[in-house]
């Protein structure tokens, strides 16, 4: 099983009518590896336990894997986002939630569990919620504020309804509106600037909400605007670009609830069927890992059938660094020995990443964090292979042979550090890229043997010559990086 992939300066052999797909069903594929390899009884407690968000997504994966459950997937619209237990679902049309006994096509619906006492508590328990939360507009009132959003979002007989409701004498008893239920869904979280608990240096010079503060125009286009409800929209403030890829823009934004900056990867591919859109979110949870060295993941979902991806926001990627600086070779270690880390990690985890260059090894703060999941896949190849960016891989994955996916990331890292050291960008073919193929590396004046030694085995052709992630982190080079640490 293979897959070539089409991104510029990528191996582009002939993948059939699945490039776009390949990796989405790969990541589906990853997923319920690991679902399966758990225990039935963990399985089944797991599947119960929604409370826990880190395995949300487990009944889903086992809903993808069952046939007939798969069979009805493809029939409903159904809810994608990972935390689906947790927040509303932007993306799914307003009654997929409900329960079953409740007719959404009725405006007047008996709620059997809601005697009248109850609703009033909650009715006022709501009111102070929004009143709590709505710092952009705090002349408002909660009921005034509810009411306007309302008259946006509904219809005239829905508002009599929740005028009644909210006045506290409900003419319609033990009722709940799918009015009342939508407009729930589209409160929107604080606009919290900046996270008191936190002390990341990341502060922006200009209020991000702007005169917005006076108005409700911005609090109504993020409810209501372009195609709906967003997810995005109502949960993150959009600061500015700070990437583009190849399938992707890649945006700074303020997370309204905890005031904290993150990296918002929005996928332009369209991705249509439900299986492509289980596999990617699946995969995103999987592979981006607890781990200083690896990009963090928080949260992916859809939007108008695209995969939005949140994850730590970093400074910058290396690419930015090859043009503009040459490392020291003491710089060149750090980056070396942080990525040996990162793959440890990920190897161990019986995943390789398959796309180490310097545009997917991002700085925060001084840390290297590699990133850009996009072609992982597990190292027992029981999975389809898209490999990552042509000019870092080895001469065996050009061959086709895929026996040894760990020592592909330690063969494109040492090629990731030899463009770092050497301070220009590898060519797409040509000398150089040929040259490293076949080992011989020319020499790099100003460097110690040990290091050019170094990138010469992790360069090998031979992949079983070239060091693990573990064997290359106890490389006696690293020491004083090592001592370092410890202290
Ligand atoms: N977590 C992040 N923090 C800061 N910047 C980021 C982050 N992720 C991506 N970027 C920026 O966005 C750019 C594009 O990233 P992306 O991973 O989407 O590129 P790509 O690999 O070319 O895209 P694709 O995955 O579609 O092929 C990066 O080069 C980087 O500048
Ligand atoms: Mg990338």
Known sequence: MRRRA??????????????????????????????????????????????????????????VGDAGAAADLDEKDFILSQDFFCTPDYITPDNQNLPKSVDCNKEEIPCPRSPEKINTVKTKRQRQDFSSINPVSPSFS??????????DILGTD?????????????????????????????VMPPPCIKNPYLDDGMELDVDPFGNQRSKCAGILSAFVGGDGLSRYHSDFHEIKQIGNGNFSRVFKVLKRIDGCFYAVKHSTRHLHQDTERYSCLLLNAHTYRSHENIVGYYSSWFENEQLYIQMELCDHSLSASVASQSFTEGEVLKILYQMAKALQFMHGQGIAHLDVKPDNIYVKNGVYKLGDFGCATLLDKS?????????????????????????VDIFSLGTAVYELIRGSPLLESGHHSFIHREGKLPLLPGHTLQFQNLLKVMMDPDPTQRPSAKELMVNPIFERIRRNAKT
Do not use: F, W
């Open 6 to 63: 089409v991104k510029k300066g990528r191996i582009s052999k002939s993948r059939g009518s699945s490039d776009m797909e390949g990796s989405l069903t790969r990541h589906l594929q990853v997923q319920l590896r690991q679902v399966s390899l758990l225990p039935p009884q963990q399985r089944q407690s797991l599947s119960t336990n929604t409370s826990d968000s880190s395995i949300q997504h487990l009944p889903v994966a086992s809903a």
């Open 142 to 151: 909660d009921h005034q504020q509810v009411i306007e959003l309302a008259k």
């Open 158 to 186: 829905e508002l009599m309804k929740e005028k009644l409701k909210v006045n506290g004498t409900p003419k319609i008893q033990n009722y709940i509106s799918p009015s009342v239920v939508a407009l729930r869904c589209r």
């Open 383 to 407: 999975l389809p292979i898209e490999e990552g960016d042509a000019r870092y891989m080895p001469q065996e994955i050009l061959n086709e042979n895929y026996d040894h996916l760990d020592k």
